[in-house]
């Protein structure tokens, strides 16, 4: 990841998703401006400051429908441009999309960031606890160390973060994602880095300022930024049954039918 796309800040607070292309001047159409007093966080970030700061359920603001998300331009190479416009066509036609999510398959990086997360407080990391194809952990490292070199990291779902402070912003690296992540429904992603930019702009308000770089991927990093409220009451659990897209049948011209009927009883003709 460039300087350029690590220093990147977002002029975006409050409840609304805002998405850019780095190339466009990280303008921002959507966001309203930025608060009026910025909120400041204790200069030592203690486990115990952290745990007050960041612990707990954080609920996304205006989460936005995948056939809206489509809507939303990416800077994608022509290649994947086609690749999102035959899967927008075949959502539409009904077709058998074979994606992460229809197959219980976790969502991993970056769209687990896409939903609701809790955070826990450890002393040498954040845990983020996400869903979307089963409950998901995402580890944040915050000790100081390095990644590790490139030929012994073993790609996983949610990659390897590792993070550090720059004033009140925690700033996240993600590298090792897998080359079978989704970057869109239904596209697959290349060999995918995630810098986030992580910033409270309230005691219970939260800002994620995320760049996604793929040179095979994108023409330029793709820019975007959701914001959070914390929720003190709520905590994530496992209590929505994925049903895998290939328990699913499709007729003969290719669209899904969704068959509610029970299994036989086993103990029946007994």
């Known amino acids: 990841m460039s300087q350029s796309g690590r220093t990147w800040r977002a002029a975006c607070a409050g ?49 936005i429908s995948i056939e809206k998300y489509e809507t939303i331009p990416q800077p994608l190479t022509p290649a994947y441009q086609a690749k999102k416009v035959e899967q927008i066509r075949k959502r539409a036609a009904g077709e058998q999309v074979f994606t992460a999510d229809a197959q219980c398959i976790p969502q991993g990086m970056p769209r687990q ?34 990644h590790t070199p490139e030929d012994d990291l073993f790609d996983t779902f949610s990659g390897e973060s590792i993070a550090h402070w720059e004033g009140d912003v925690l700033v996240i690296d993600t590298i090792g994602i897998r080359p079978t992540n989704e970057i869109l429904y239904g596209v697959q992603g290349h060999k995918l880095t995630v810098t986030e930019r992580f910033h409270k702009t309230g005691p219970d308000t939260l800002q994620i300022d995320t760049v996604v770089t793929d040179p095979v991927v994108f023409t330029t990093p793709w820019t975007y930024t959701f914001t959070y409220k914390r929720n003190r009451k709520q905590t994530l659990t496992e209590q929505n049954y994925c049903v895998a897209a290939l328990d699913r049948e499709v007729d003969k011209n290719g669209k899904e039918i969704f068959d509610l009927t029970p299994p036989p009883d086993p103990r029946e003709g007994k």
């Open 15 to 63: 409840g609304f998703l805002c998405l850019a292309a780095a190339g466009s001047g990280l303008a921002q159409p959507f966001a309203p401006p930025p608060p009026a007093t910025p909120y400041v966080m204790p200069a030592e970030k203690t486990p115990a400051i952290l745990f007050k700061e960041l612990q707990g359920m954080w609920v996304m603001n205006n989460r």
């Open 113 to 146: 960031m896409d939903g609701n997360f809790e955070l826990l407080v450890r002393d040498d990391s954040l845990a983020f606890l996400t869903g979307g194809g089963g409950l998901q952990v995402r580890n944040i490292w915050t000790d100081g160390r390095a």
